[in-house]
């Protein structure tokens, strides 16, 4: 059965979020909620790749383009959601929280 590429961005915005939780340096390997960085990943995102922008349907499709990007541009590429721009270590701490 094909997976919808919502769940699919989903997904990878959750293991993004595990992967990190997994490295940080706390010693319980937890984040804590301060650490957290709450969004809905179904807004639509704009990643910024040096001078290029690329307009994601999704936050999620938007963090699916930056890990396909060379690991030198990952670091230095940024996420816009509405007005705000994430840079890569608040990538990280994305979490997903659907707005009510």
């Known amino acids: 059965m094909p997976v919808s ?3 699919l961005n989903f997904a990878k915005l959750k293991k993004r979020h595990s992967y990190h ?4 340096a706390r010693g319980d390997g937890k984040m804590s909620s301060e650490d957290k ?11 910024m790749d040096g001078d290029k ?7 999620g499709e938007a ?3 930056l890990d396909q990007l ?3 541009r990952q670091s230095a590429a940024t996420i816009k959601i509405g007005g705000r721009v994430f ?11 659907k707005n009510k």
Request: glycine share 0%.
């Open 5 to 7: 590429i919502e769940r």
């Open 21 to 24: 939780v997994a490295t940080t």
């Open 37 to 47: 960085i709450y969004v809905d990943a179904s807004q639509p995102a704009t990643l």
């Open 53 to 59: 922008s690329i307009e994601c349907p999704t936050l």
């Open 63 to 65: 963090v699916v383009a």
């Open 70 to 72: 060379p690991e030198p």
């Open 87 to 97: 840079t890569a270590s608040e990538i990280d701490r994305l979490y997903h929280a």
